[in-house]
């Protein structure tokens, strides 16, 4: 994937939306767009390449993003995929402590403004689990 220290083509949206803040990068396409130029660690390179994989399932990036600004229930649900890969991943390469707090990390991030689900940390964390034991069936 590519990284452009730049907003995505979309940003007034997704900032209208308000989803957005300082720590936010954005996919669209196989392109991470890191305005604020904050370093990427490999485990949120492999949610981002999450949401490229969404991307593709649809006739582009555009329709996938319009959808998940205006639809609260798909955007939890794209962000639950990529944050169960993101939380497997690190649960597969590092230790118990470290997959504890990447789970944490995940929830706090789900259940932030920047997402507008009206989540509380323990609702994300639990569903965060779920869609872990769902997908990857441990």
């Known amino acids: 994937m590519i990284i452009k220290n730049e907003f995505p083509p979309n940003y007034a949206l997704i900032k209208q939306a308000g989803l957005s803040d300082k720590n936010t990068i954005f996919c669209y396409g196989d392109i991470i767009y890191n305005p604020y130029q904050k370093e990427i660690p490999d485990d949120v390179?492999?949610?981002?390449?999450?949401?490229?994989?969404?991307?593709?399932?649809?006739?582009?990036?555009?329709?996938?993003?319009?959808?998940?600004?205006?639809?609260?229930?798909?955007?939890?649900?794209?962000?639950?995929?990529?944050?169960?890969?993101?939380?497997?991943l690190i649960r597969k390469t590092h230790t118990t402590e470290a997959a504890k707090e990447c789970l944490e990390e995940c929830a706090r991030n789900l259940s932030s403004k920047v997402y507008n689900l009206g989540i509380s940390y323990h609702q994300a964390f639990t569903k965060i689990r779920h869609k872990t034991k769902e997908l990857w069936q441990n």
Do not use: G
């Open 45 to 88: 390179m492999f949610h981002e390449s999450i949401h490229a994989n969404q991307q593709k399932q649809w006739t582009s990036p555009e329709i996938w993003w319009n959808k998940y600004i205006l639809d609260k229930s798909f955007r939890q649900e794209m962000e639950l995929q990529a944050y169960s890969a993101q939380y497997q």
